[in-house]
């Protein structure tokens, strides 16, 4: 039967966690490229791994048989993605049990492994001299043979695979050490005469030991990554599932896949835009927040464009369907963020690099060390030959080595997070600390992202500063009292001033909303018009171009003009702003100290973001872009040679913040861009950036630190064990020194990583 091809496919395997992992896969599909492939089965395949979701997406003329077999040569099962929500569903779950799973298997480990530590720490009895000692070291064998089995299966398991695709891995060594320690052990209980009397030590803690601190490990690992893959299903959740569609016979409430090009649709208010449109009746504002990023509402009349997914305001609309479901602007963002989570390059584990050689040799070394104390050492030939081997193997224990790496990052992940940083995951850290080039989103990142009240310009007042105050507040009395009925976001900002000026507002006689322009009404008597320019002109109000000066000003300082009429005339100008973050000027002065390269990027006009740049003491501004625009300067900025950290809050930053070599989201924005990105500042400053990076650059310095002295550590002790001093010295490595030089390289690293705790950034 001929296998049927396809020209793209997903798989998801849930067996690779690491960059190792990455690297078999993907080399295995390149071979398939390569002369002597039959050509007739694959042609120029492309496979991109996305390590988050644990999915290889594939490219080329190739069957899925064909793709789930070259996964299973590498050593890894797989399974054809066909619906990728349900895929998502499953890796969370699948996930979510595996961290449970660890929890439990370190609460094992490390619940037998350290009583037993300590008994030896307090002159317990550590060596088998006589039955009674066979007997109650024999339980303990059994015991921790069944921990070895429940707490480390899945190592053992990650060795057969590595073994099957001829190479080695972290997983290599821990059951290297562990075993080793435990068959050492019970080769002593069960024949303790084999051993001289100074060499009858038992090591069940180290097994034990060894599994609950890594299990513990890759617990922290799994947590560390957080919601990541979510990003995607949070964009999802923003289309809409149904729409109200206009028919000769009325209104009806259709599915959104039956929805065609040309459908008239009705937009109620408070709803979300289900597809892309035109707009053919009514008036309205709409938040398109999610794609500009700004705050302040759009005003939309007939022939504005709708995206799919703002929100409504008080209006209602009819609109033409002007594209499909995959079409809209929308479901661009969301394929941009999907593209870009696996067109990231995944990092690899130094650790994994090390123990692909370092593995091979410490197993020849011990063995090698084992024949010849077996053929020319003294006597007794086998119990020496069985010390060598096992004080090699212990002192190459990868403890220190699987501690060197997450220990640094759980104790760099405290620390930012006592500085209101979230860092999801190790790779992220050391990605910062190689960040080049800053990008900033102007609102809700500069800004506050809440509009607020800065100017009230009155006009014909007495020029005493008590009495501008006081015809200040009585002019917000009266349009703060008509806005309270309002639901635009400009009207809030007014409200808040009121509130903060304590004003005790009144129930207006009459309201009335003029979709796209303002309102008028009517409080205490008195007859108002607040608005935009447009209606006061519609109003006939007199006096309008008296404050245009000032009015021009504030605007080229990114302000809105409210213009407030009072029985006919104009009285005053509400200017309306998104304020600059406090600390945000001194967070960049700060980022340029450091040597980072600072860039504004926003979606909204030049004069505005450029006002806001001028204010913080940013040089290089882009301006009036879109989302998939944002993310076109990410990508170009990381062409030219820059490593990019985007800083964003908004659902329009997403496919920039994952572009990004690190994604920074403010943690006062949109649940999504903080899915997207890979860092989140939790309290919304921008003052910790700097110290951020600060911070990165310090963790990958201890962690390489760290690395070294473990591998020093195997390094210099593994000859020592292997026996080379004898000849000198007369003393062969017991063991027991073999264990303690494992447990101070652990030691080392631990109290190393900690000096994160305390180290200076700035």
Request: proline share 3%; net charge negative; charged share 15%.
């Amino acid at each position: 039967m001929k296998m049927k091809h396809i020209n793209s496919m997903t798989l998801y395997v849930p067996q690779m966690n690491c960059a190792a992992c990455v690297g078999k896969i993907e080399a295995a599909f390149e071979k398939l490229s390569q002369p002597g492939v039959d050509t007739q089965l694959v042609a120029r395949v492309s496979a991109r791994v996305n390590l988050a979701d644990k999915q290889v997406h594939i490219q080329g003329d190739i069957s899925s048989e064909l793709a789930i077999v070259t996964v299973a040569s590498v050593g890894y099962d797989s399974e054809l993605v066909l619906d990728s929500k349900l895929a998502s569903e499953k890796k969370i779950q699948a996930e979510r049990a595996e961290y449970r799973t660890r929890i439990i298997q370190s609460m094992l480990g490390l619940g037998l492994g350290v009583p037993m530590m300590l008994w030896g720490l307090l002159g317990g009895e550590m060596m088998v001299n006589n039955p009674s000692q066979q007997l109650a070291w024999g339980v303990m064998g059994i015991i921790t043979f069944i921990l070895l089995v429940t707490t480390g299966g899945h190592f053992y398991k990650g060795m057969w695979r590595a073994l099957k695709a001829r190479s080695a891995n972290m997983d290599t060594l821990i059951v290297l050490g562990t075993t080793t320690a435990w068959a050492y052990s019970m080769l002593v209980v069960v024949m303790p005469s084999w051993f001289p009397a100074e060499t009858r030590h038992v090591y069940f803690e180290a097994s034990v030991m060894i599994l609950g601190l890594i299990n513990l490990g890759h617990a922290l690992e799994l947590r560390a990554k957080g919601k990541t893959s979510e990003a995607v299903q949070r964009l999802i959740g923003l289309q809409s599932t149904t729409a109200i569609r206009l028919t000769d016979s009325g209104d009806e409430e259709v599915d959104i896949a039956q929805i065609r090009l040309g459908d008239k649709l009705r937009l109620q208010p408070g709803s979300r835009v289900a597809l892309d449109g035109e707009v053919l009746s009514g008036e309205s504002n709409l938040n398109e927040s999610m794609l500009t990023g700004e705050p302040i509402p759009v005003s939309k009349s007939i022939g504005a464009t709708l995206s799919a997914g703002t929100v409504n305001g008080n209006g209602s609309l009819i609109y033409r369907v002007t594209a499909g479901l995959t079409d809209t602007r929308l479901a661009k963002i969301i394929d941009l963020v999907q593209q870009a989570q696996t067109s990231k390059i995944p990092i690899g584990r130094l650790t994994d690099k090390i123990s692909a050689y370092f593995v091979p040799v410490v197993v020849v070394i011990a063995l090698v060390a084992a024949v010849v104390w077996y053929l020319v050492g003294p006597a007794p030939q086998i119990s020496h030959a069985l010390v060598v081997l096992t004080s090699v193997l212990i002192i190459a224990c990868p403890c220190a080595l699987g501690l060197a790496t997450p220990m640094s990052i759980m104790v760099s992940v405290g620390r930012a997070a006592q500085m209101g940083v979230l860092i999801k995951n190790g790779e992220a850290l050391q990605t910062a600390s190689k960040v080049t080039c800053v990008v900033l989103d102007k609102t809700g990142t500069i800004t506050s992202g809440k509009p607020s009240v800065t100017d009230i310009l009155l006009l014909g007042h007495d020029s005493s500063t008590d009495s501008q105050a006081a015809a200040s507040e009585q002019l917000l009395l009266l349009v703060a009292s008509l806005e309270q009925h309002s639901e635009h976001p400009l009207a809030q900002a007014m409200l808040d001033e009121a509130k903060t000026r304590e004003l005790s507002l009144v129930e207006p006689e009459r309201f009335n909303n003029i979709q796209g322009k303002g309102i008028v009404g009517i409080v205490s008597g008195v007859e108002l018009a607040i608005g935009n320019m447009s209606l006061m002109v519609m109003e006939g109000i007199s006096g309008v171009d008296a404050l245009q000066d000032e009015v021009e000003a504030l605007a080229q300082l990114g302000n809105t003009p409210v213009y407030v009429a009072r029985e006919g005339r104009l009285v005053g100008v509400i200017a309306i702003s998104d304020p600059v973050k406090p600390d945000a000027k001194d967070a960049i002065a700060a980022l340029k100290r450091a040597g980072k390269r600072v860039i504004l990027l926003s979606g909204d006009k030049q004069e505005t973001v450029q006002a806001v740049a001028d204010e913080v003491g940013i040089d290089e501004v882009i301006a009036g872009v879109l989302p998939e625009q944002k993310q076109a300067k990410i990508i170009e900025l990381k062409e030219s040679g820059e490593i990019v950290a985007m800083v964003g809050d908004g659902i329009n930053d997403a496919p920039a913040l994952m572009s990004a070599n690190v994604g920074i989201a403010m943690g006062d924005g949109t649940e999504v861009a903080i899915e997207s990105a890979d860092l989140t500042l939790l309290t919304g400053r921008l003052s910790v950036l700097a110290d951020t990076f600060a911070l990165a650059n310090a963790s990958m310095r201890n962690i390489k630190q760290n690395l070294f002295g473990a591998f020093i550590y195997n390094s210099l002790g593994i000859p020592i064990a292997a026996g080379v001093l004898f000849p000198l010295t007369g003393i062969l490595l017991n063991p027991v020194i073999a264990g303690a030089a494992m447990a101070l390289s652990s030691l080392t690293v631990v109290t190393n990583a900690n000096r994160l705790r305390h180290v200076k950034l700035s």
